[in-house]
């Protein structure tokens, strides 16, 4: 069984540059979503996605957008990067049920992104 | 505002020595709390979570963590310290959404020395 894969694991982007991340759910899992962790500090939610709609957004500008498919895969853009925008982006898939809300997450081992 | 705070930026412990990761938190309630760990290129794996059933709750790898209300604490212990124990820890709480968002903190790094 498969886990969370990401792709790709590593890309330089410069600056303007438009960026597409992209993650497979683990099998079974409905629920996307999407952290950006700077170097030296702990992960920070970006948005999270659930029957192909953005349900919950953390504080990022709209630079940051996302998409995900029928098959639970889902997609991270983010338009005209800067510099700070340079990070590792980890993906984490979950099962939604209505008894436990959102089940455990499971981590992919991210995409770092480098940004010239 | 609900947070997390990891004490420590760094620990060192020995090998064979206990590991103590230090983590507050700051709620109006009760709120859902865990340990993740990451090691160098590897994703985050979820160590143990606290959910209100139990205040001493028990992990992976021989990992405990306390709820301890009065001191708003949710500090990670493990009684021997392992080499391949070497990773980053991150405090993270949940604020018990339906659909979970997770807050994390700065995370500690622990260092194993032989």
């Known amino acids: 069984d498969a886990g969370v894969t990401q792709s790709p694991t590593h890309l330089i982007k410069t600056r303007g540059q438009q960026v597409t991340l992209r993650c497979s759910p683990k099998?079974?899992?409905?629920?996307v979503s999407w952290y950006q962790q700077a170097l030296g500090q702990g992960p920070q939610f970006i948005f999270q996605?659930?029957?192909?709609?953005?349900?919950q957004r953390g504080n990022f500008p709209d630079r940051f957008s996302g998409h995900q498919f029928p098959n639970y895969s889902s997609e991270l853009n983010v338009n005209a990067l800067l510099l700070g925008d340079s990070a590792l982006y980890l993906c984490?898939?979950?099962?939604?049920?209505?008894?436990?809300?959102?089940?455990?997450?499971?981590f992919g081992e991210g995409s770092r992104l480098t940004v010239l | 505002a609900q947070s997390v705070t990891q004490l420590d930026s760094h620990v060192s412990v020995s090998e064979g020595t206990p590991v103590l990761l230090r983590c507050n938190y700051s709620s109006s309630y009760s709120p859902s709390l865990f340990w993740y760990v990451q090691h160098p290129n590897k994703g985050l794996q979820l160590l143990l979570k606290?959910?209100?059933?139990?205040?001493l709750v028990k992990g992976i790898n021989g990992f405990e963590a306390e709820f301890k209300k009065s001191e708003t604490s949710f500090h990670l212990t493990k009684p021997s310290a392992h080499m391949s124990d070497a990773a980053e820890y991150f405090c993270v709480f949940d604020r018990g959404s339906t659909l979970g968002r997770l807050y994390f903190g700065r995370g500690t790094q622990l260092t194993v020395w032989p």
């Open positions: 099998s079974g899992h409905d629920t």
């Open positions: 606290y959910t209100s059933a139990a205040t």
């Open positions: 984490a898939s979950s099962l939604v049920s209505r008894e436990r809300g959102t089940g455990e997450l499971f």
């Open positions: 996605y659930y029957e192909e709609e953005e349900r």
